[in-house]
C-alpha cells in the first residue's frame, strides 16, 4: 500500500523568510501527488498537484513543489511567506487507476513577524 | 470553479440521536464522493468512498451500520451519524471528485461540519 510522511509536524518561519516542507512516498510506481492546505476549522484547498510531465509544478499563493523519483519526495516550497500562510499543509499520493487518496499527517505553519 | 459545501456547519446532539450531514458540489457532477474524519491535530483518516447510485465503499473499521452515507444524485451526499455518542464527536470533511472512471483526479473539499455530541 502507498504512504506518506510528512517528517515535520511544525514548523517556524519568520515572515518573508523561505519555506521549504518535506514530504516523501513510498509507491512503487510513480503516483499522482498533490499538496492541500488547511486553515483552522476549514476544509483542505488544493495547492497544487503532479501527475506527470514537467517534474516542478507551480501552485497557487506563489506555492511551488519539485518531484524527485530518485528520492521518492515532493517538497513544497515558497520563496517568501506571508503571515497569511499560516495554516496545516498536508501532502497527499493517490494511485494511478484508482481513485483512493492517502493523505499525509500534516505540518504546521507558524509564521512570526 | 468546483465548490463543494457542506452542511451543517456545526451540529451539537444529545447522545442517542442521528445526525445528518450534507455534502454538494455546486458547479460540477461528482460522480464520486469521499468523507474523511479529522481528529484534533490529526490526518484525515478517509471513512468511505461515496459512488452514485451504489452502495458506498467504506474502510476497514468504520462500521457502516453506524455511518450510513447516501448518494442519491451526482451533486448531493449524505452522511448520517445513527445513535450518536460522545466519542463520535469529531471533525467531519467531505470532498468531491472531478471526472469519473478510474483515473485519479484531485479532490475538491468541502468547509467541514465540526460534530459535537452531548
Not at chain 1, 18 to 47: D, I, K, M
Request: glycine share 8%; hydrophobic share 35%.
Amino acid at each position: 500500500a502507498q504512504s506518506v510522511t510528512q517528517p515535520d509536524i511544525h514548523i517556524t518561519v519568520s515572515e518573508g523568510a523561505s519555506l521549504e516542507l518535506r514530504c516523501n512516498y513510498s509507491y512503487g510506481a510513480t503516483p499522482y501527488l498533490f499538496w492541500y492546505v488547511q486553515s483552522p476549522g476549514q476544509g483542505l484547498q488544493l495547492l497544487l498537484k503532479y501527475f506527470s510531465g514537467d517534474t516542478l509544478v507551480q501552485g497557487i499563493k506563489g506555492f511551488e513543489a519539485e518531484f524527485k523519483r530518485s528520492q521518492s519526495s515532493f517538497n513544497l516550497r515558497k520563496p517568501s511567506v506571508h503571515w497569511s500562510d499560516a495554516a496545516e499543509y498536508f501532502c497527499a499520493v493517490g494511485l494511478g487507476g484508482y481513485q483512493k487518496v492517502t493523505f499525509g499527517t500534516g505540518t504546521k505553519l507558524q509564521v512570526i513577524p | 470553479g468546483a465548490v463543494v459545501s457542506q452542511h451543517p456547519s456545526r451540529v451539537i446532539c444529545k447522545s442517542g440521536t442521528s445526525v445528518k450531514i450534507e455534502c454538494r458540489s455546486l458547479d460540477f457532477q461528482a460522480t464520486t464522493m469521499f468523507w474523511y474524519r479529522q481528529f484534533p491535530k490529526k490526518s484525515l483518516m478517509l471513512m468511505a468512498t461515496s459512488n452514485e447510485g451504489s452502495k458506498a465503499t467504506y474502510e476497514q473499521g468504520v462500521e457502516k451500520d453506524k455511518f450510513l452515507i447516501n448518494h442519491a444524485s451526482l451533486t448531493l451526499s449524505t452522511l448520517t451519524v445513527t445513535s450518536a455518542h460522545p466519542e463520535d464527536s469529531s471533525f467531519y470533511i467531505c470532498s468531491a471528485q472531478l471526472g469519473s472512471g478510474r483515473v485519479v483526479r484531485e479532490q475538491y473539499f468541502g468547509p467541514g461540519t465540526r460534530l459535537t455530541v452531548t
